[in-house]
């Protein structure tokens, strides 16, 4: 069977630190990546999808970037974090080319001071 | 761009009634999906609706997309208290990459 895994859960950084969240998936093949960022109990923002390795898109301008080094392996990161990043970061893969929709992870709580 | 609503924002019911939650955009969807999140977890499929006037039943849950593919409605018969928490519609946007856009959101509380 499938698995998602994300990790840290929680994490507290410092203003201007780098991050580096990874995102691996098991039991499948070619799946769809993607990072979304959730406000306070609220709808989900996407971040980047990438539908190959080293093929990323981005979908909002930030201070975040993504990359696919393997197959099922989904990085995010920053060089330098600001208070606005702050927020539940949620990993999530789909079987491409279909409406299956997704499997999220378990998801990061990130909080910068 | 394309946005989802959903409503009501909140809503707070006591356990055994009855409940219909809404999500609506101005823009066609090739697909929609419904799911339900725990606090501090990432979101569950319940279900994914494709075609125009479809509707799904997952036991006490309904779903229905409407017909022209730009709204879709959950309702839930009989509420239980395991039912309490965000309830999120996504609608499916370009084929081959299928991102899904997420609505507002839509967090119940059901009172034992």
């Known amino acids: 069977s499938q698995t998602i895994h994300q990790w840290p859960a929680t994490l507290v950084q410092p203003v201007g630190s780098p991050l580096s969240l990874e995102c691996t998936v098991e039991g499948t093949s070619n799946p769809n990546l993607y990072w979304y960022r959730q406000a306070a109990g609220r709808g989900l923002q996407l971040l980047f999808y990438?539908?190959?390795?080293?093929?990323i898109s981005s979908e909002v301008p930030q201070n975040l970037s993504a990359s696919r080094p393997q197959d099922r392996q989904f990085i995010l990161s920053s060089k330098k974090l600001l208070l606005s990043d702050s927020g539940f970061y949620l990993c999530?893969?789909?079987?491409?080319?279909?409406?299956?929709?997704?499997?999220f992870g378990s998801g990061t709580r990130l909080t910068v001071v | 761009t394309q946005l989802l609503e959903q409503s009501p924002q909140f809503l707070s019911i006591q356990e055994g009634e009855n409940l219909t939650v809404y999500c609506n955009s101005s823009s066609v969807f090739s697909s929609l999906q419904w799911y339900r999140q725990e606090p501090g977890e990432g979101p569950v499929l319940l279900v994914t609706?494709?075609?125009?006037?479809e509707v799904k039943k997952l036991k006490r849950l309904t779903f229905q997309f409407g017909d022209a593919r730009k709204d879709s409605s959950l309702h839930i018969t009989a509420a239980q208290t395991g039912d309490t928490g965000l309830y999120l519609c996504?609608?499916?946007?370009?084929?081959?990459?299928?991102?899904?856009?997420f609505g507002t959101g839509t967090r119940l509380k059901v009172l034992a």
């Open positions: 996504a609608g499916g946007t370009t084929s081959g990459t299928y991102k899904y856009i």
């Open positions: 990438s539908v190959g390795i080293g093929q």
């Open positions: 999530a893969w789909s079987v491409g080319g279909t409406h299956y929709g997704y499997t």
């Open positions: 609706v494709v075609t125009g006037g």
